[in-house]
């Protein structure tokens, strides 16, 4: 069972940025994929970045390419999400997730954490 608890959520104004931390435990942190997502009120959940084991493959909502960043650190069990130039739209409750040997199957979740950017 793995354990995925966010920080770094907050208020910010446009043209801001934030980083997202997102802190695992109990599970094999390395073999998993790694994504973000988000939910904005009365909103369906969306997918933000992705980050494959290896650290080697990337992948972004076209809504964040070239603003946002996701990496991981293997040796501490955390990926993160830097975020950039943030917008007005970006205000969500920020999740991130696991996914075992790549998948795209997300079988944990942490509780999310709420970012709101400022006009």
């Known amino acids: 069972q793995v354990q995925l608890v966010e920080s770094g959520g907050g208020l910010v104004q446009a043209g801001g940025s934030l980083s997202l931390s997102c802190a695992a435990s109990?599970?094999?942190?390395?073999?998993?994929?790694m994504g973000w997502f988000r939910q904005a009120p009365e909103k369906e959940r969306e997918f933000v970045a992705r980050?494959?084991?290896?650290?080697?493959?990337?992948n972004y909502a076209d809504s964040v390419k070239g603003r946002f960043t996701i990496s991981r650190d293997n040796a501490k069990n955390t990926v993160y999400l830097q975020m950039n130039s943030l917008k007005p739209e970006d205000t969500a409750v920020y999740y991130c997730?696991?996914?075992?040997?790549?998948?795209?199957?997300?079988?944990?979740w942490g509780q999310g954490t709420q970012v709101t950017v400022s006009s």
């Open positions: 997730a696991a996914a075992y040997d790549n998948s795209w199957k997300y079988d944990y």
């Open positions: 980050i494959v084991w290896r650290n080697t493959d990337t």
């Open positions: 109990g599970g094999t942190f390395s073999r998993y994929a």
